[in-house]
């Protein structure tokens, strides 16, 4: 049976990757800091919940013991630069590095789309800067970067996902939830296109390039995932409201605001307690678009038919949506 340790395999793609795993017969382990932000996951057969610091090189090692292949669905999508650094960048070169010393045959690594892969650091945001180099740190310690190792021992797949949808996703739940308190939706980069893709859809595509990785030669593979159509963030924020019953299925009007505006806006949101709802840094990973750019497979490759929007969105939209408040959506995830 092989041994797979997954890195932040708490959170929402996270649960979709360990069931899977499980099923598919894998011996999964999931590094957490809190055993209980596991609970979601810790009672699936043989899974293994290790809380320890991933950011401690020691610690890293000990969890890669007798591991096959390391899945890392570690990210933030707010903090400072130096945090960004941190965990997109610093820890990522560890994880390769305990790879190579614990005998690790391949890892899998969440990126996401709007990475650029020739020049990360031109990237808008501080997020989307952050994962382009982190891509780079990793192919380059694995020996599968611009100068590569004529044996490499560990391969290593690059995952750039659109937004992902689904039960518990932060991105349409928090529209519906910000159209059932306000009675209009003020919102900036209203013409930023996504093109989102269903967290099953992606927790498929980890299965397969894990399998994949696991059978062939230690290489480099990157995928671009996504669904099949491309929306504006007002379509994306109206689809919400619609499928939610909000204003009886009607939304709310949406209110365009200029960069600066949203730029004000965040702030004030900032000033509310835990987790923002939107960052500057957000804005600014919005000036690029999010959809595929053809210069890598996509799901399709992977033999994965995308689910498009419309067909899963009400099924988890109507159900819980609308019925919580602004309250519910912040406390919900710890
Ligand atoms: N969700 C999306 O729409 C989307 C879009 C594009 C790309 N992606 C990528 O897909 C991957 C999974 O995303 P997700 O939405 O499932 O993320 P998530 O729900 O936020 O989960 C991330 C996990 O990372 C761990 N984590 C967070 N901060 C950490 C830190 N400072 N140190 C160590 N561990 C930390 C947490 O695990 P513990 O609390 O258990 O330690 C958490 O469960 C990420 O790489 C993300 O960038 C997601």
Redesign the pocket.
Known sequence: MKQVLVL?G?????GHVCEKLVRAGYQVSVA???AV??RAVMHLPGLTVLECN??DEAALGRAMVGMDAVIN?????HGSPAAFTH?HQDLPEKIAKACLAQHVQHLVH????GVQSHRPEAAPSHYLRS?GLGEALLADTLGLGARPSAHPSCGLTLLR????FGVN???LNVFARLQAVFPVMPLACAQARFQPVWVEDVASAVLKSLAQGLAQAPSLRVYELAGPHVYTLRQLVQFAARCSGINHGRGRPVLGLPLWVGRLQVMALKLMPGEPLMSADNLASMQTDNVVQGEYPGLATLGIQASALEAIGPQYLGSQAATKGLLGLRHRHR
Request: glycine share 10%; aromatic share 6%.
């Open positions: 932040g708490s959170g929402f793609l996270g957490t800091r809190k932000h596991a991933i950011h669905l570690v990210a933030i999508l965990v969440l990126s996401a789309l994962k996902p659109s937004v992902i996703d932060k991105f």
